[in-house]
């Protein structure tokens, strides 16, 4: 049977699902709940302390400044040993950001991250998700 510019099939039968959805959705919630209270002009820190303290306020598990790797390096947040969470307080993300939050992927082994800069005057949580064979 042809198939007419007016027919349309928007039934999938294995739709795209998001790594951790529902995950990410409560942490995006936690990050527009410190932004909104501390404003975009912070220290890290600072914007990780009421994160962890909103983490514990809805019981949402994690790790804070765990180190990793052989390196030493340290992340901010590990949440439900599901989702890797990188904070930043400066005036634009690099790309060397997105490869550091690359090499925290790699070396924990988890499938994602969210990376998000508490100094825009609206935060724009960005996902990362984790490159198999990835060489820098």
């Not at 599901?82 to 690359?102: C, G, M, P, S």
Request: glycine share 6%; no cysteine; hydrophobic share 35%.
């Amino acid at each position: 049977m042809p198939m007419h510019t007016d027919d349309t099939d928007n039934t999938d039968s294995h739709p795209n699902e998001l790594i951790h959805e529902h995950l990410t959705f409560l942490i995006r919630g936690v990050l527009y709940n410190t932004h909104n209270e501390l404003g975009p002009y912070a220290k890290e820190k600072q914007y990780g302390d009421v994160i962890a303290r909103i983490f514990n306020e809805k019981g949402i598990k994690f790790k804070r400044e765990q180190r990793i790797g052989e390196l030493g390096n340290t992340i901010d947040f590990n949440v439900e040993d599901k989702v890797l969470l990188e904070l930043k307080a400066k005036r634009i993300i690099t790309k060397e950001d997105y490869f550091q939050t690359q090499r925290y992927l790699q070396e924990t082994g988890l499938r994602l991250a969210l990376l998000v800069n508490f100094r825009d005057k609206y935060i724009k949580p960005k996902r990362i998700v984790k490159i198999d064979n990835w060489k820098r």
